[in-house]
């Protein structure tokens, strides 16, 4: 019998129930398989790797230019020297405005450019230094005019310093200093005028100097000192291809700053002088030059010694700096207004971090006082002309004969107390008899006034009489403190040690209220300025 086919309607269903059976699902690998295989596709990436590879040709070709249109923009420009100088930027990354310099200063600008650059008849400069010139003798002149200087701090003391070295003879001066003229700075200021307020301090100077001397090369750094650039700020002239300076001087009121410079100086062998305490000084008679470890009676001096002695340096940094005491009825470090402590950071005040922000009230003179025995000290030093670093060498002698009577006053009490007085030691200096006589009794006897023929003896009698103290075997002191001394002319002492030390009298039944209100004054002050020694 033959066999039928299936219907067509028949075969179409059974097609449906095969096609709409579950089917396995596809992996990622197949996927991108029967992709890949697809010819628009292959098409389509080989057009997309074509157009990257293009692009990437293009940006490398104009990295490529524009390097080397940089690399030839910096190759024109010239390299920083005296005749091509350069300002940092602004905070806010932008040139500091420039001033609009008056005929006058254009005319000074011109006539440096040509002296600097040797258009200037040397017979002016001789005449104009003529009298330096005279005083050092010709060779002493050579050096100074062959010497390099760099000032640190353009302040009423360093802008002084500056100006009398410029006009004495040296040639080379590199200027530092981060501020600009205020008004309030004018009061000390060596040249600064109304017109150079809010201007760079170095270009304030460099501008009023060039136009006194206009032969001097003037490098300027409107920038902070610090620690990280002291290699390029200190070294040699000309951006560190010429000479290393003969002196540098330490110019700064910031302590931190001050102290880190006088440190590497000393480190790096480089010479310096530091100016200490202008501010609340009024008496330019008790300015003088001498080594860091011999200021006394100085604020300033007493912590840069004390942080300059925990790294290690004690001495060989000269100082200028005044013997004048700190008093009651004189000027102070003003206090911020109580306003400003309520607001709370009170250290964002100052114009750079760690910097003052109080105001230190400065008699206008005693800065350029400062800063003209600085440039002295200066000039003496690199020319050898005979000088002496230290004042008071005069009465040195004096103290020493006072410091001989006393101790042979404590010989005699001891004595008479009936202890050995021989080998005595007493606890005080040659310095200290210096501090008192000049600087608690200011020279005179505080009975009689006298200025002549002084000597220093206790003003009171111990209350357990004068004993020795041999608490260590081979030594033999006495207890003395620098406020039991008075000071008074030798005849009224040996009658002080008659009638008070040896007779038992107290001095309130010889003397009058007058001199003692005198010596209770003078013995307070001497107690509350140790703290300063």
């Known amino acids: 019998m033959e066999r039928r086919r299936p219907s067509r309607h028949l075969q179409r269903q059974v097609h449906f129930e095969e096609s709409t059976e579950e089917q396995p699902p596809e992996t990622m690998a197949a996927w991108f398989d029967r992709q890949f295989q697809n010819h628009n596709f292959q098409l389509a990436a080989v057009a997309l790797l074509s157009g990257a590879a293009v692009a990437g040709t293009i940006y490398g070709t104009q990295a490529i230019r524009r390097k080397e249109r940089v690399d030839e923009l910096k190759a024109s420009i010239p390299e920083l020297n005296e ?15 420039l001033p609009t310099a008056s005929k006058e200063d254009e005319r000074a600008e011109a006539l440096a450019r040509r002296a600097q650059q040797g258009d200037y008849d040397d017979e002016l400069i001789a005449e104009q230094l003529t009298r330096t010139a005279s005083f050092l003798g010709p060779a002493r002149f050579a050096l100074l005019r062959e010497s390099f200087i760099i000032v640190v701090g353009l302040g009423g003391v360093g802008s002084h310093c500056t100006s009398a070295l410029a006009r004495s003879g040296v040639t080379k001066i590199r200027l530092i200093d981060f501020d600009q003229v205020t008004l309030s700075s004018l009061n000390r200021h060596a040249v600064a005028t109304l017109a150079d307020v809010g201007t760079p301090k170095v270009e304030c100077v460099r501008k009023r100097l060039q136009a006194v001397a206009p032969w001097v090369k003037l490098e300027c750094f409107s920038e902070v000192w610090r620690q990280g650039q002291a290699e390029r700020l200190l070294g040699g002239w000309d951006t560190g291809r010429g000479r290393l300076p003969d002196y540098v001087v330490d ?27 202008a501010g609340c000084k009024s008496d330019p008679t008790r300015i003088q030059v001498g080594d860091i470890s ?27 700096f005044s013997t004048e005491k700190p008093g009651e009825d004189k000027a102070k470090l003003l206090p911020l207004p109580e306003e400003e402590f309520q607001k709370g950071q009170v250290n964002e005040l100052s114009v750079l971090p760690d910097f003052r922000a109080r105001i230190l009230p400065v008699l206008g003179t005693m800065p350029a006082v400062f800063g003209y025995t600085a440039a002295n000290f200066i000039v003496c030093e690199i020319t050898g002309y005979p000088h002496t670093s230290s004042a008071g060498k005069l009465r040195e002698k004096m103290y020493e004969n006072m410091l001989s009577t006393l101790q042979g006053t404590e010989e005699r009490l001891v004595r008479q107390a009936g202890a050995d007085a021989v080998g005595l030691k007493i606890p005080v200096s040659k310095n200290d008899i210096g501090y008192l006589v000049e600087e608690v009794y200011r020279g005179k006897s505080v009975i009689s006034k006298v200025p002549t023929r002084l000597a220093l003896i206790r003003w009171r009698k111990p209350e357990g009489g004068f004993k020795v103290d041999g608490q260590y075997e081979g030594q033999k002191t006495v207890k003395l403190d620098l406020d039991d001394l008075v000071l008074m002319s030798r005849e009224e002492a040996a009658a ?8 038992g009298k107290r001095p309130e039944e010889i003397y009058s209220e007058d001199a003692l209100q005198m010596v209770a004054r003078r013995r307070a002050e001497e107690r509350h300025f140790q703290q300063y020694r």
Do not use: W
């Not at 091509?84 to 405005?97: E, I, R, S, V, Y």
């Not at 002080?496 to 007779?503: A, C, D, I, P, Q």
């Open 294 to 320: 011999a200021s006394q009676e100085d604020p300033l001096s007493k912590v840069t010694r004390r942080e300059l002695r925990k790294r290690g340096v004690s001495e060989g940094i000269p100082v200028v």
């Open 496 to 503: 002080h040690e008659r009638e008070v030390l040896r007779g």
């Open 83 to 97: 005749s091509h100088h350069a300002d940092l930027l602004t905070n806010f990354g932008t040139a500091a405005p």
């Open 251 to 277: 110019a700064i009121d910031n302590i931190d700053s001050k102290i880190a410079l006088l440190q590497y100086c000393h480190k790096h062998g480089l010479k310096v002088v530091s100016s200490m305490g």
